[in-house]
């Protein structure tokens, strides 16, 4: 049995970045126990729980980062990155891990910034991990990853039986104006 934080080499590589600080390098970011259930849905559904794969607290008030298993690829990085947030949002937020890593560096995510010297070095020191690892600069996609994925996203809701779910999702859509392909 592996030491490993998880199966994704991107995640492991990130684990062991965090390891090393002592400070947060993004606003309320915080790995935790990799695919350690999900708990969003009410009553827990298996369905939706076998393909969402929780690895991250988004914000300080419990929001999540999973990935969302949309078929059967091997490499689990490049699944697109959900947002499950604790006051009932849902969308995709990212591609895949790489983008979400990229877009851990805004700096206006809506969460209170921890104290600013000491938040600066642990930053910069992320920055400099994201650009060893991962090159100097972030994918580029040509459309977002609602566009990309969001009337997908709904399909699989509806198909297992998430029909709140779903709604929160095409109300995202519906205000993004992303018309149903």
Not at 2 to 10: F, N, T
């Amino acid at each position: 049995m592996s030491d490993a934080y998880s199966p994704i080499p991107e995640l492991n590589l990130l684990k062991a970045f965090d390891d090393t600080c002592t400070d947060f390098y993004s606003p309320g970011f915080e790995l935790r126990a990799y695919n350690h259930g999900v708990g969003w849905t009410e009553p827990d559904n298996p369905d939706f729980e076998d393909r969402v794969i929780p690895f991250a607290q988004a914000t300080s008030s419990g929001s999540l980062y999973a990935l969302w298993r949309c078929d059967d690829r091997a490499d689990l990085a490049t699944l697109p990155v959900l947002f499950l947030g604790d006051e009932g949002d849902l969308y995709i937020t990212a591609h895949d891990l790489r983008e979400l890593f990229w877009d851990l560096l805004d700096e206006d995510s809506g969460e209170p910034a921890p104290p600013r010297e000491e938040y600066r070095a642990t930053r910069q020191a992320y920055h400099t991990w994201l650009e060893r690892n991962f090159g100097p600069t972030p994918p580029a996609y040509d459309r977002s990853p609602m566009e990309e994925h969001g009337w997908r996203f709904v399909d699989w809701l509806l198909s297992v039986g998430e029909r709140d779910t779903a709604d929160i999702v095409i109300e995202s859509l519906e205000l993004l104006e992303i018309p149903r392909p």
